[in-house]
T-cell receptor, first 112, second 110 residues
Framework: KNQVEQSPQSLIILEGKNCTLQCNYTVSPFSNLRWYKQDTGRGPVSLTIMTFSENTKSNGRYTATLDADTKQSSLHITASQLSDSASYICVVRKAAGNKLTFGGGTRVLVKP | DGGITQSPKYLFRKEGQNVTLSCEQNLNHDAMYWYRQDPGQGLRLIYYSQIVNDFQKGDIAEGYSVSREKKESFPLTVTSAQKNPTAFYLC?????????FGSGTRLTVV
C-alpha cells in the first residue's frame, strides 16, 4: 500500500533553534517528493520538490534531504522564526500517473 | 496575479442540504483537484479533472459531485448523502509537475 508517514506529529521549539522533521514513504514507483508549508486555515504552499537523483535542496532556512534507497526524507528548519509556526506536509508523487500521496503533517509551534 | 481562488472561506450548512464550493483558477492549468483535509490526516482526493468536460472519482467520492464546464472552474457539490461533511476542503490545479493550492473552504454542518 502506498503510504507516507511523518514524524513527529507535533513539536514545540524555541525561536532561534533548529529542528528536523521526518518523512518515510512506501510509494512506488517514485517520481518526486515535495514539502509543503500550511498555515492554519490556508492552503499548502510548496517549499521544495526533489526528484530521485537529488539528495539535498534548500529554500532559504529550509533544507530538505532525500534518501531514495531507504525511502526517507527530512526537512530541516534553521534558526526558527515565529512565522515558521505551521503544519509541514510531505507529499510523494507516484511515477506513471499524477497521483499524490499526502502525509498527515507535522505541526510546528515556535515559541518566543 | 495568477492564482487559484476558493470561495467562500467559511460555509455553514444544515443537515440534509446540498452546498456548492467554488474553485476558480487563472493559471491556464488543465488539471484540477478537490481534496478533503481532516485533523491529523493527510489530504484525501475527492475528484479530479484532467481536461474540460471530463472528471474522475478520487479515493473518497461518495456524497460529492463535480462539474468541469470551463477550464477555469471546478465547483464541488457536497450532497446530503455525504454523512460526515464537516471538514476543510482544498482545491488545487496543476500543469506538468507543479501544483498550486487554493486557500481552502471550511465547511461546517450545523
Amino acid at each position: 500500500k502506498n503510504q507516507v508517514e511523518q514524524s513527529p506529529q507535533s513539536l514545540i521549539i524555541l525561536e532561534g533553534k533548529n529542528c528536523t522533521l521526518q518523512c518515510n514513504y512506501t510509494v512506488s514507483p517514485f517520481s518526486n517528493l515535495r514539502w509543503y508549508k500550511q498555515d492554519t486555515g490556508r492552503g499548502p504552499v510548496s517549499l521544495t520538490i526533489m526528484t530521485f537523483s537529488e539528495n539535498t535542496k534548500s529554500n532559504g532556512r529550509y533544507t530538505a534531504t532525500l534518501d531514495a534507497d531507504t525511502k526517507q526524507s527530512s526537512l530541516h528548519i534553521t534558526a526558527s522564526q515565529l512565522s515558521d509556526s505551521a503544519s509541514y506536509i510531505c507529499v510523494v508523487r507516484k511515477a506513471a500517473g499524477n497521483k499524490l500521496t499526502f502525509g498527515g503533517g507535522t505541526r510546528v509551534l515556535v515559541k518566543p | 496575479d495568477g492564482g487559484i481562488t476558493q470561495s467562500p472561506k467559511y460555509l455553514f450548512r444544515k443537515e440534509g442540504q446540498n452546498v456548492t464550493l467554488s474553485c476558480e483558477q487563472n493559471l491556464n492549468h488543465d488539471a484540477m483537484y478537490w481534496y478533503r483535509q481532516d485533523p491529523g490526516q493527510g489530504l484525501r482526493l475527492i475528484y479530479y479533472s484532467q481536461i474540460v468536460n471530463d472528471f474522475q472519482k478520487g479515493d473518497i467520492a461518495e456524497g460529492y459531485s463535480v462539474s468541469r464546464e470551463k477550464k477555469e472552474s471546478f465547483p464541488l457539490t457536497v450532497t446530503s448523502a455525504q454523512k460526515n461533511p464537516t471538514a476543510f476542503y482544498l482545491c488545487a490545479s496543476s500543469r506538468n509537475y507543479g501544483y498550486t493550492f487554493g486557500s481552502g473552504t471550511r465547511l461546517t454542518v450545523v
